[in-house]
């Protein structure tokens, strides 16, 4: 198949906010980017010691991905807002292997 694109975006949270910042992403985030045209998935990476997150998410064409860039932001930001953090890098890249063997946590 082809190659997906992933937006990859950093941020430094406050460790103690990180379980009920994933919960408030998880109701009021996830559903409106599951509307976006060419949403494929994502991960939410948490590092709670050092008080680190990331977010994956992972789009089926470039053009797709480029297309919720002022969307995309207004997630940031609300996620950030949801763990008292901050973004700190936001980046793309290409993706040649996307897969999990291991059902959702």
Known sequence: GGVMFARVSQFDVRSE??????????????????????????LLLANSQHGKMLAVTLWESEQ??????????????FGAEATEGTVTDVETYEVYIARLDHPEP
Not at 17 to 35: F, T, W
Not at 64 to 77: G, K, N, V
């Open 64 to 77: 797709e991905m480029h297309a919720t860039d002022e969307a995309a932001r207004w997630f940031r930001l």
């Open 17 to 42: 906010r990180i379980q009920e910042g994933y919960r408030e992403i998880e109701e009021h985030v996830m559903p409106a980017l599951e509307m976006q045209n060419g949403y494929s998935g994502g």
